[in-house]
């Protein structure tokens, strides 16, 4: 079967950092979405990957490996204001119904 | 800005009960999509669009229809709801180029069946 899996929860430090592991086990890959979602409200998207290596994207970067079927969100100088759940998502194709959704992982960031 | 907004936002029905959530999107995307959202479970596809007319099956639509009247308008149908059913729906809109990888989502509708 297909399958995208998270972690539950992570928990950090204001100040330090954050990775969020996903890892994936899908019939294709088209790219790998990561979103954020605080609670109660809605996901919002922040990534896209498709190609192996890291993106930089300033407050995160993310990484990928198609070969591992890994990626991970990296959150760097966490503030408080980070702590949400972060979601995984791989396009196994092109198309409508083509995103599966990891479970989300909750990152709590203390002081 | 792209916008999806969804209503209402939260509803108590009773089991048996009819059941219509609404999403409206001013992206002119093809793509629509409805998701529920249970703790444990992440976010699951019922059902989708691929435009004004289409309605397609997703991972979990037993229970649900689906009605895409327009470009910008798709509904949820629950004809006869069930507390199973409770829980919180997103709907979504995307591009059918898939560039970006990116969905834009409503801000849900969090649904109780007593």
């Known amino acids: 079967g297909q399958g995208v899996e998270q972690p539950a929860k992570l928990m950090s430090v204001e100040g330090t950092f954050a990775r969020v592991n996903c890892t994936y086990s899908?019939?294709?890959?088209?790219?790998l979405s990561w979103y954020q979602q605080r609670e109660g409200q809605a996901p919002v998207f922040l990534s896209y990957v498709v190609l192996d290596g890291l993106k930089d994207s300033g407050h995160f970067s993310t990484f990928l490996s198609r070969s591992n079927g890994y990626s991970y969100l990296l959150l760097t100088e966490l503030q408080i204001k980070d702590s949400a759940s972060y979601l995984c998502a791989v396009r196994v194709a092109q198309g409508g119904r083509a995103l599966i959704f990891g479970t989300g992982t909750t990152v709590s960031v203390s002081p | 800005e792209a916008a999806v907004t969804q209503s209402p936002r939260n509803k108590v029905a009773v089991t048996g009960g009819k059941v219509t959530l609404s999403c409206n999107q001013t992206n002119n995307h093809n793509n629509m999509y409805w998701y529920r959202q249970d703790t444990g479970h992440g976010l699951r596809l019922i059902h989708y669009s691929y435009g004004a007319g289409s309605t397609e099956k997703g991972d979990i639509p037993d229970g649900y229809k689906a009605s895409r009247p327009s470009q910008e308008n798709f509904s949820l149908i629950l004809e006869l709801a069930t507390p199973s059913q409770t829980s919180v729906y997103f709907c979504?809109?995307?591009?059918?180029?898939?560039?970006?990888?990116?969905?834009?989502f409503g801000e849900g509708s969090k649904l109780t069946v007593l």
């Open positions: 979504a809109s995307g591009d059918d180029r898939g560039l970006t990888g990116q969905l834009y």
């Open positions: 899908t019939s294709g890959f088209n790219g």
